[in-house]
Nanobody, 119 residues
Framework: QVQLVESGGGLVQAGGSQRLSCAAS????????MGWFRQAPGKEREFVGA????????NYADSVKGRFTISRDNAKKTGYLQMNSLKPEDTAVYYC????????????WGQGTQVTVSS
């Protein structure tokens, strides 16, 4: 069972950058996909992007494409969400999650971290 612990987050001005980290406890993440999600107040949780741990293939929501980058460090078993050109509408609680490749459901979730972008 994968366990995820997030770090990073906080207050940033519009146009600024922030990086979130997601440390995973698992023997291996070879067959996993790490995803990032966010939930703004009063809104449903939305997909931000994901990375396949082995091939490092990424995909992103249109709303963040070109501004956010997902990466991972296999030695540290840590995934990253680099957020640039932040906008007030990016304000949300951000979650990392993990699922086995070929499955649809994310079965492990981080605790979430607040990102607030001021205008």
């Amino acid at each position: 069972q994968v366990q995820l612990v997030e770090s990073g987050g906080g207050l940033v001005q519009a146009g600024g950058s922030q990086r979130l980290s997601c440390a995973a406890s698992a023997r291996t993440l070879t067959n996993y996909v790490m995803g990032w999600f966010r939930q703004a107040p009063g809104k449903e949780r939305e997909f931000v992007g994901a990375i396949t741990w082995s091939e490092q293939l990424t995909n992103y929501a249109d709303s963040v494409k070109g501004r956010f980058t997902i990466s991972r460090d296999n030695a540290k078993k840590t995934g990253y969400l680099q957020m640039n050109s932040l906008k007030p509408e990016d304000t949300a609680v951000y979650y990392c999650a993990a699922k086995l490749r070929g499955t649809t459901e994310y079965t492990a979730w981080g605790q979430g971290t607040q990102v607030t972008v001021s205008s």
